[in-house]
Each structure stands twice: as structure tokens, then as C-alpha cells.
């Protein structure tokens, strides 16, 4: 059974706020993911991390900002949230496999559903 | 809340053999319904979606995915496989919110 947290599971805020959303995971993996939803669509990745001060950004543009100052916990800030921003976002991880032998196993989180008023 | 099965953890299939990955969800209203692949050391790309309309939905790489309503399935399929085919496919279900499968690992042989 996997163990990937995401807080909160809803949240409605207004226009110009900081929030910050929460993922943890206690299965020690190195690799974590977020991906953004929009309702009807497809998942778009818009930060990454390969471990602990490794942070990417990923194939969607996003007012995003993501850290890794400990392995089990990769939080995503936006800093002044906007109507657009209304979106699902997940969060994920996995554990490479160094021997590259079998595929990698990811994990989901449940899932932040955003609405910016 | 919705839940998605895959029923398959690991599947091993040589090349030119035809594929079959089974996703069964439970949902009472309407459904958005997804197929996710994972290569090794890749990120995720989307297969092929459902959103309305005709329940054969086509996708990238020859794959295809039917949705039947009755059974509540979306199972993906591809005639023949081939061996860049190999790795993790993910079954996602959209109802109130965003539900993964627990993943299918696909090896196919050469």
C-alpha cells in the first residue's frame, strides 16, 4: 500500500493569496512529481525532483515554485493564486531503479482540488 | 468516491503478441477516463482518453480503449506489441475527482 499524503483535499481561496500545497511521502523515495489537472483534461507535469535540492520544472508553464529540503516532503507555493489557477494538482513518487531491469513504480497522492475565487 | 481497479500487476508478453490491460471503476455519474504510459526513467504521457461520443477511443502507438458503460470497464488494447512497449500503464478515472489504478507493468520479450 503506498503512502503519499497531499493536504488540503479542497481548497477555496480568493484572488492575490499565497498558498502553499502540501505532499508527503513515507516510502523514502527519491523522485517526486506535480501535475496539474484541469477539469476534462489530461495531466500536465509542471515541477519535478530527483532528491533532496533538486527541483525542475516540468512541461507546463506555471507561477509555481516547488522545494526538496527533505526527502518525504516536496511542497508546492504559489504565490499570489489566481482564477486560472483552478485546477486539480497531484502529486506522485517514485523509486528509481538504478539496475533499470524492471519499470519504476509511481504512487499517487488523492489530490488537491483548487478553486481561486 | 470512485475507485479504479487494474486487474493485471505484471503482465510478460512476447513480440507480436496482441494486448489486452483490464481497468474497471465504480462511479455512479459521468466519467472522464483516461490511459496513462510510463517508459523507464520517462514521465507520464497520455495513451488515449474518453470523453463522450464513440466508446472505441484510438490513441498514440496503435493503442485503442473501449469504454463500456454496463460493465464499467475501459480496458486498452493493441493488436501486436512490440518490444519499446514495455512499461507501466496507469488507468485514471475523473468523476468528482482524479483516480489512478494502481498501475500495470508491461514486459514484452523480444
Known amino acids: 500500500e503506498a503512502d503519499i499524503y497531499q493536504t488540503p483535499r479542497y481548497l477555496v481561496i480568493g484572488t492575490g493569496k499565497k498558498i502553499t500545497l502540501e505532499c508527503s511521502q513515507t516510502m523514502g523515495h527519491d523522485k517526486m512529481y506535480w501535475y496539474q489537472q484541469d477539469p476534462g483534461m489530461e495531466l500536465h507535469l509542471i515541477h519535478y525532483s530527483y532528491g533532496v535540492n533538486s527541483t525542475e520544472k516540468g512541461d507546463l508553464s506555471s507561477e509555481s515554485t516547488v522545494s526538496r529540503i527533505r526527502t518525504e516532503h516536496f511542497p508546492l507555493t504559489l504565490e499570489s493564486a489566481r482564477p486560472s489557477h483552478t485546477s486539480q494538482y497531484l502529486c506522485?513518487?517514485?523509486?528509481?531503479?538504478?539496475?533499470?531491469?524492471?519499470?519504476?513504480?509511481?504512487?499517487f497522492g488523492s489530490g488537491t482540488q483548487l478553486s481561486v475565487l | 468516491a470512485q475507485s479504479v481497479s487494474q486487474h493485471n500487476h505484471h503482465v510478460i508478453l512476447s513480440e507480436a503478441a496482441s494486448l489486452e490491460l483490464g481497468c474497471n471503476y465504480s462511479?455512479?455519474?459521468?466519467?472522464?477516463l483516461f490511459w496513462y504510459v510510463q517508459y523507464p526513467g520517462q514521465h507520464l504521457q497520455l495513451l488515449l482518453k474518453?470523453?463522450?461520443?464513440?466508446?472505441l477511443v484510438k490513441g498514440i502507438k496503435g493503442f485503442e480503449a473501449e469504454f463500456i458503460k454496463s460493465k464499467f470497464s475501459f480496458n486498452l488494447r493493441k493488436p501486436s506489441v512490440q518490444w519499446s512497449d514495455t512499461a507501466e500503464y496507469f488507468c485514471a478515472v475523473k468523476g468528482n475527482d482524479m483516480r489512478f489504478g494502481a498501475g500495470t507493468r508491461l514486459t514484452v520479450k523480444p
Open positions: 462511479y455512479g455519474g459521468t466519467v472522464n
Open positions: 474518453y470523453f463522450s461520443g464513440d466508446p
Open positions: 506522485a513518487s517514485t523509486q528509481p531503479n538504478r539496475q533499470r531491469v524492471t519499470n519504476e513504480k509511481l504512487f
